[in-house]
Nanobody, 126 residues
Framework: QVELEESGGGLVQAGGALTLSCKSSAPLFHRYIMAWFRQAPGKERAFVAAIDRDGGGQSYADSVKGRFTISRDNGERVMYLQMKSLTAADTAVYYC???????????????????WGRGTQVTVSS
């Protein structure tokens, strides 16, 4: 069982920045693909960004391209999401997720991920 713990959420003004972190308990962290999803009130969980095992490949939702950056530190077993130019539309609970996913490098669908954190709230005030 892999445990994931997000941190770094909070309240920020529009135009501001936040960096989220996700700490994994997986001893073979470097073998897992990872991603961030978010869920706003009344909406379904939505893809934000994904990263492959060595961090060389990333994918982003169109709504965050150019503003968000996903990265990982395999030595520390941590994944990050740097967010800038935040708007009220970015307000949501942000979830970290990972999966062994053999044969896959980048996955954007939540159903394909087995392990999930509890989420961290990001609130952007306008």
């Amino acid at each position: 069982q892999v445990e994931l713990e997000e941190s770094g959420g909070g309240l920020v003004q529009a135009g501001g920045a936040l960096t989220l972190s996700c700490k994994s308990s997986a001893p073979l962290f470097h073998r897992y693909i990872m991603a961030w999803f978010r869920q706003a009130p009344g909406k379904e969980r939505a893809f934000v960004a994904a990263i492959d095992r060595d961090g060389g490949g990333q994918s982003y939702a169109d709504s965050v391209k150019g503003r968000f950056t996903i990265s990982r530190d395999n030595g520390e077993r941590v994944m990050y999401l740097q967010m800038k130019s935040l708007t009220a539309a970015d307000t949501a609970v942000y979830y970290c997720t990972s999966d062994w996913a053999p044969g896959k490098d980048i996955v954007e669908t939540p159903a394909d991920y087995k392990y999930w954190g509890r989420g961290t709230q990001v609130t952007v005030s306008s």
